[in-house]
């Protein structure tokens, strides 16, 4: 292939990627629930902190909780895009933002993280195939200044540094939180990348 029409093609299929992200993050927090199943393939994963599953059941999961009240918000920063043949990974530097009754405290949670995304082309279309978030730092703070907010300590620590915040609030609205996802450092990481690097070379997830 003419490396100009091979360029042309891989800036292509990158504008398609970022497209499809960028889309996950407003068609899911707006609520539009039948144009946000487009970013996934059938049988894509999402792995959060409170659910791991299928892309259309974490759809109808985040539809009970939109109805019940649930407010869980996302903000995207700096995309990097590796393509090799039909499949991708792409890495998205976010924010979480949840909202929700702590202590009978009303408190915002922000964490900090990325999106780690294992990505594939099916039939001319990019889809996800993998979504497994990185959790690197968080925060919590009453909405209220002059709120007082006294956490259980033995229940913050029982989670990983990089959202004990966020798992906390998440537990005590009802979830039950995974505690053993991927942070700044550690196996978990090292692992992710591992298998992202796999799956770039062809290896089946």
Request: proline share 3%; with cysteine; hydrophobic share 40%.
């Amino acid at each position: 292939m003419d490396a100009a029409v091979k360029s042309d093609d891989q800036l292509a299929d990158r504008r398609q990627i970022r497209d499809l992200l960028e889309n996950w993050v407003v068609w899911r927090d707006a609520g539009d629930w039948e144009r946000f199943r487009q970013v996934w393939h059938p049988d894509g994963r999402m792995m959060a902190t409170w659910f791991q599953g299928s892309g259309d059941e974490f759809i109808r999961v985040s539809q009970e909780g939109w109805a019940r009240g649930v407010s869980i918000l996302h903000f995207l920063g700096g995309i990097s895009i590796e393509v090799s043949g039909s499949r991708a990974i792409s890495q998205t530097k976010m924010t979480i933002s949840q909202r929700g009754d702590v202590e009978g405290v009303t408190c915002d949670v922000v964490c900090t993280g990325r999106f780690y995304d294992f990505l594939e082309k099916r039939n001319n279309r990019w889809g996800i195939v993998l979504r497994q978030p990185i959790y690197e730092k968080d925060r919590i703070d009453p909405v209220s200044p002059a709120a007082k907010l006294e956490l259980d300590a033995a229940l913050l620590a029982r989670f990983p540094e990089g959202y004990r915040h966020l798992a906390y609030m998440q537990t005590r609205i009802g979830y039950t939180v995974k505690p053993d996802m991927p942070g700044l450092k550690g196996e978990e990481v090292e692992q992710l990348y591992r298998r992202g690097a796999a799956w770039l070379r062809g290896a089946r997830l």
